[in-house]
Nanobody, 127 residues
Framework: QVQLVESGGGLVQPGGSLRLSCAVSGRAVSTLAVAWFRQAPGKEREFAAGLKRGMGTTYFANSVKGRFTVSRDNGKNTVYLQMNSLKPEDSGVYYC????????????????????WGQGTQVTVSS
């Protein structure tokens, strides 16, 4: 059984940075496709950034490209989401999600692809 635990959320001013962590247990993180989704109040959960299994190729939503990076520490079995130049519209609950196998590329931004989810961590960008 794979378990995911997010941490690192909080309140930050516009233009600031935060780093979220997703600690993975039950399976080596390098064998999983891991993605970050976010959900603002009253809106659907949307894809933000992801990391493919194996080599760990990263991919991003257009809205965060150039501002967010995602990385993996195999020794700590943890995935990180570094968020820079934050905007108020980045606010929401951020969820870490994982999938086994090798999902097709087009499915890596879809919530239904991922069978394991963390509990979420709140990010608020406000002055």
């Amino acid at each position: 059984q794979v378990q995911l635990v997010e941490s690192g959320g909080g309140l930050v001013q516009p233009g600031g940075s935060l780093r979220l962590s997703c600690a993975v247990s039950g399976r080596a993180v390098s064998t999983l496709a891991v993605a970050w989704f976010r959900q603002a109040p009253g809106k659907e959960r949307e894809f933000a950034a992801g990391l493919k299994r194996g080599m760990g190729t990263t991919y991003f939503a257009n809205s965060v490209k150039g501002r967010f990076t995602v990385s993996r520490d195999n020794g700590k079995n943890t995935v990180y989401l570094q968020m820079n130049s934050l905007k108020p519209e980045d606010s929401g609950v951020y969820y870490c999600a994982a999938a086994s196998g090798s999902p097709i590329v087009s499915s890596l931004t879809v919530t239904s692809t991922f069978g394991w989810w963390g509990q979420g961590t709140q990010v608020t960008v406000s002055s």
